[in-house]
């Protein structure tokens, strides 16, 4: 399956019971909401597929997972229900990784900010290279990560939040994220990572299949109130953005 928009694609192949969802954009990767819909569709429909045991969740290049949500996007909210629907975008993400009945491998290859950071916690493991530093921003423009916070203190815990959040213009090393939790694996380049990513799922995929879909559940346990928490969440976020600060903080991003 490919998707493509006008600035962006996701892309799915299904070999040996291995689902690889692909996505890209110009602008580092990052997610306009169409293309979050359609990822969280994606997600919805591999889930339901007898064919797929595992996915494994990738963005094209080497220097950038995913730079976050829409910056675009972002300077175009005018208003609390198009901020609501904005900051849904990765709620629904989220929710959808969070509810997939596969395991889901993140294969972070590059640098990832904000909403990528939150992609990459919602997997279930995560193989990475040593240049995929992490950074939580969103506090430079006034705003915070609400919405993908849940995911994040997940994996790196409550002071391991507070470090990435509160130290929002500092990049947090690979190794860092390593030590927290957040990645598995970390290897030196692109190849040695997909060499182990792909032995590693080939494995999973021939386990028995019912016991993959109950260890999710398992690793999933008393997150089922996310539902409401993340769209709660993601209300708090399209409130600030129409604050005057963050407004101003905006105009200086874009001049």
């Not at 994996?155 to 409550?158: A, F, L, N, S, T």
């Not at 939040?161 to 959040?165: F, G, I, V, Y």
């Given at each position: 399956m490919t998707t493509d928009l006008q600035n962006g694609a996701i892309h799915t192949t299904i070999d040996q019971k291995i689902a690889t969802i692909t996505f890209h954009h110009p602008s580092g990767n990052s997610f306009p909401s169409q293309l979050l819909q359609l990822l969280t569709d994606e997600l919805n429909q591999l889930s339901n597929n007898p064919e797929v045991a595992i996915i494994v969740l990738k963005s094209q290049g080497e220097k950038v997972f995913c730079a976050g949500a829409s910056f675009d996007e972002l300077l175009a909210v005018s208003n609390l229900d198009e901020g609501a629907k904005f900051f849904s975008g990765f709620a629904n993400v989220i929710n959808a990784m969070r509810k997939?009945?596969?395991l889901i491998i993140g294969r972070v290859q590059g640098k990832a900010v904000g909403g990528g950071v939150g992609l990459a916690s919602a997997c279930d493991y995560v193989f990475a290279t040593t240049n995929s530093s992490?950074?939580?921003?969103?506090?430079?423009?006034?705003?915070?990560?609400?919405?993908?916070a849940p995911a994040v203190e997940r994996?790196?815990?409550?002071s391991g939040?507070?470090?990435?959040?509160l130290a929002a213009d500092e990049w947090q090393t690979a190794q860092w994220a390593?030590?927290?939790g957040l990645y598995a694996k970390v290897f030196e380049t692109i190849e040695e990572l997909d060499n182990a990513l792909n032995i590693f799922a080939e494995k999973l995929s021939n386990y028995n299949p019912e016991a993959l879909s109950a260890m999710k559940k398992v690793l999933w346990e008393n997150t089922d109130h996310w539902?409401?928490?993340l769209y709660d969440r993601a209300a708090i976020s399209g409130k600030l953005v129409l604050s005057d600060f963050t407004k101003k903080a905006l105009e200086q991003f874009k001049k």
């Open positions: 997939c009945s596969k992490i950074k939580l921003s969103e506090f430079t423009i006034g705003i915070g990560p609400f919405v993908i994996k790196v815990g409550v939040l507070a470090e990435l959040t390593l030590q927290k539902e409401t928490v």
